[in-house]
């Protein structure tokens, strides 16, 4: 499956929305994982913009997000048939549309699912390789654990399966291995990397963080993300039992990821996983990189 990424490591670095710029790609590419470049928010020449910047930084492969319910998907997606990239990651949708004409031109799909249903319907369109990403993960979650799932996704598909979800070292790699996982995708180790462009405030956040730091909000607007509790989080769970409707619940979320990338840890939504609690420094990705995979 390493062969099939093209890295060193059967490594995935989980998109972060806003978060994973050419900066930290070039830099998961140069230690041997695959970064996964976030999409959210750019226009497609943006877009062009940050491929370039990733290929005059690298010759590493690496992959583009598509979170599939972004406005100008269709847009991307066109740029990208175009312009070939080595891998996508998808989610949040159905690539049905493309899947086939990126695989055509050399592009490995990679979708990521939270249910073994979503996993049966992404091999049925014939994707590359699966990513089974547990409810324990930071940012947009399923319902399912990561123990659980991955067990039961491999049995349910005949796919390259990455886990995802709670995985911060040697061991749990070893641990997604031995239930059958070729690899892994990590999202929340790689928040306090050195080349990671948030906030220091962020950072110290999720170094600071514990076991039960970490709140589901979203789920009144179906769409559970999992954060840092924090002001933001308390003022958004009193709205939503209180009764508040859509638009006053989207109006304490909307833009909040980038408030606290900017530095509002109390205000802003602070995107982390439970792992949180076993990430203790800011250091180089390579350190975080060789705690994965020492050999
Ligand atoms: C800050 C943050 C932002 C994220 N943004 C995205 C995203 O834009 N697209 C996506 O597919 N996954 C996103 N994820 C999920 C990660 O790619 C990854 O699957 C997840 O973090 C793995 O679990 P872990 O946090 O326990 O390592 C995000 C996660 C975090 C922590």
Same mark, same amino acid.
């Given at each position: 499956?390493?062969?099939?990424?093209?890295?060193?490591?059967?490594?995935? #670095?989980?998109?972060?929305?806003?978060?994973?710029?050419?900066?930290?790609?070039?830099?998961?590419?140069?230690?041997?994982?695959?970064?996964?470049?976030?999409? %959210?928010?750019?226009?497609?020449?943006?877009?062009?913009?940050?491929?370039?910047?990733?290929?005059?930084?690298?010759?590493?492969?690496? %992959?583009?997000?598509?979170?599939l319910?972004q406005?100008n998907i269709v847009?991307m997606?066109?740029?990208?048939?175009?312009?070939?990239?080595?891998?996508?990651?998808?989610?949040?949708?159905?690539?049905?549309?493309? %899947?086939?004409?990126?695989?055509?031109?050399?592009?490995?799909?990679? $979708?990521?699912?939270?249910?073994?249903?979503?996993?049966?319907?992404? $091999?049925?369109?014939?994707?590359?390789? &699966?990513?089974?990403?547990?409810?324990? !993960?930071?940012?947009?979650?399923?319902?399912?654990?990561?123990?659980?799932?991955?067990? #039961?996704?491999?049995?349910?598909?005949?796919?390259?399966?990455?886990?995802?979800?709670?995985?911060?070292?040697?061991?749990?790699?070893?641990?997604?291995?031995?239930?059958?996982?070729?690899?892994?995708?990590?999202?929340?180790?790689? &928040?306090?990397?050195?080349?990671?462009?948030? !906030?220091?405030?962020?950072? #110290?956040?999720?170094?600071?963080?514990?076991?039960?730091?970490?709140?589901?909000?979203?789920?009144?607007?179906?769409?559970?993300?999992?954060?840092?509790?924090?002001?933001?989080?308390?003022?958004?769970?009193?709205?939503?039992? !209180?009764?508040?409707?859509?638009?006053?619940?989207?109006? &304490? &979320?909307?833009?909040?990821?980038?408030? $606290?990338?900017?530095?509002?840890?109390?205000?802003?939504?602070?995107?982390?996983? #439970?792992?949180?609690?076993?990430?203790?420094?800011?250091?180089?990705?390579?350190?975080?990189?060789?705690?994965?995979?020492?050999?």
């Amino acid at each position: 499956m390493t062969n099939v990424l093209g890295t060193k490591y059967p490594l995935i #670095q989980g998109a972060l929305a806003q978060i994973s710029t050419p900066q930290l790609v070039i830099a998961v590419a140069k230690a041997g994982g695959l970064g996964v470049l976030t999409t %959210a928010g750019l226009t497609t020449e943006q877009l062009a913009e940050q491929i370039d910047e990733i290929r005059a930084g690298t010759d590493q492969p690496f %992959a583009v997000n598509l979170m599939l319910q972004q406005p100008n998907i269709v847009d991307m997606v066109t740029y990208l048939l175009a312009h070939p990239v080595p891998a996508v990651t998808t989610s949040a949708g159905s690539p049905k549309r493309f %899947a086939q004409q990126l695989q055509a031109i050399g592009t490995k799909v990679i $979708a990521v699912i939270p249910n073994v249903k979503v996993a049966q319907k992404m $091999a049925a369109l014939g994707v590359d390789a &699966l990513v089974a990403e547990g409810m324990e !993960s930071g940012g947009h979650i399923g319902t399912q654990t990561t123990l659980s799932l991955v067990q #039961q996704v491999i049995n349910a598909v005949d796919l390259p399966v990455f886990a995802a979800g709670g995985i911060i070292d040697a061991k749990s790699v070893l641990a997604m291995q031995a239930l059958g996982a070729v690899g892994v995708q990590v999202g929340t180790a790689f &928040l306090t990397a050195e080349e990671t462009p948030i !906030s220091d405030a962020y950072k #110290q956040a999720v170094i600071q963080a514990g076991d039960t730091s970490t709140v589901v909000t979203g789920h009144a607007l179906g769409d559970a993300v999992r954060c840092l509790q924090n002001s933001l989080t308390a003022k958004y769970f009193e709205a939503e039992a !209180s009764g508040a409707d859509a638009k006053v619940l989207h109006g &304490l &979320l909307d833009g909040s990821l980038g408030r $606290a990338i900017a530095g509002d840890v109390e205000h802003g939504t602070l995107m982390a996983g #439970q792992i949180a609690g076993m990430v203790s420094r800011i250091e180089p990705v390579a350190s975080i990189v060789h705690r994965l995979f020492p050999n």
